[in-house]
């Protein structure tokens, strides 16, 4: 007698064929938020939902706050899930701020000692002048690790030609993805279309990833962060990549992924009309 695997329930409800399920993934990305979470709780949230994240981002410069035999342990359990850990591109924008671009080898080099699969380059917080953004990138390419490059605010509105010219930047120095910032994603309260619109025009959105935004972004409601998720699953479809995702809101992400939460199915049976 074979096994035939674990079973799943409601089998006879199909899901979409258009959601990619299996990893690795090149679309339909979700990049996790890790604001600290203990071993215990990480170790509980992805022995659920592991299967529908692709990505764990320690956010800001938390990694620094760890004992290292910690974090190293944080570390091999995301790649035990086959889940990639970054550092997020915060604590990177502090070194350079208080370092100069002297700083940033040694801190690749560290990353790549811990572990980390890659780090994240952004100026949401320290400009970056000139080449400096291209620069950073070759740099920690050549120290190994993979590199996110972030476009975008989080204070001021950019346009969108001035986003696709840095995604561009980005892609050229070796970035594998490029993520938008989240706070550039609304225009008061509601998803900003017309930038959205020229956005999808102007970059390869297969490599792509939108962010959410956050408490971080000043009147940020919860109902404001689902309602951009589920637009941005409306508009690009259920393998969109998103980013910015709380651990406990993965399930209900990849339920709207597959039309079984309030977007609902594309198609209704003749009997349901």
């Not at 990049?31 to 709780?41: A, E, F, K, S, T």
């Not at 035990?80 to 591109?89: P, S, T």
């Not at 780090?119 to 993979?146: F, H, K, W, Y």
Request: glycine share 8%.
């Amino acid at each position: 007698m074979t096994d035939a695997g674990p079973r799943e329930p409601f089998a006879m409800v199909p899901l979409p064929s258009i959601r990619s399920r299996t990893k690795p993934r090149k679309t339909g990305l979700t990049m996790m938020m890790d604001w600290g979470l203990p071993l215990g709780q990480q170790r509980d949230w992805l022995d659920l939902v592991a299967p529908s994240v692709d990505l764990a981002k320690f956010v800001v410069g938390t990694s620094r706050l760890y004992e290292e035999d910690y974090l190293r342990r944080k570390i091999e359990l995301y790649q035990e899930h086959d889940v990639h850990a970054f550092i997020g591109g915060q604590f990177l924008e502090y070194v350079y701020a208080t370092q100069g671009m002297v700083g940033a080898e040694p801190f690749f080099a560290e990353a790549k000692r811990l572990g980390f699969d890659a780090i994240e380059v952004s100026d949401n917080c320290v400009p970056l002048e000139g080449d400096a953004r291209q620069t950073l990138i070759r740099m920690a390419v050549e120290c190994g690790l993979d590199v996110h490059g972030e476009v975008g605010s989080k204070s001021e509105e950019t346009d969108a030609a001035t986003l696709i010219a840095q995604a561009k930047d980005c892609f050229e120095a070796g970035a594998d993805v490029v993520l938008v910032e989240g706070a550039e994603l609304l225009s008061d309260g509601e998803p900003n279309r017309p930038l959205l619109s020229e956005l999808r025009d102007g970059m390869d959105t297969a490599r792509v990833i939108f962010e959410l935004i956050g408490p971080w972004v000043p009147n940020t409601r919860q109902c404001d962060v689902y309602d951009l998720k589920k637009f941005l699953i409306s508009e690009f479809g259920p393998d969109v990549n998103i980013a910015n995702v709380m651990p406990e809101h993965v399930w209900e992400t990849e339920a709207l992924r597959t039309g079984l939460s309030v977007i609902g199915p594309s198609q209704l049976a003749d009997a349901a009309e």
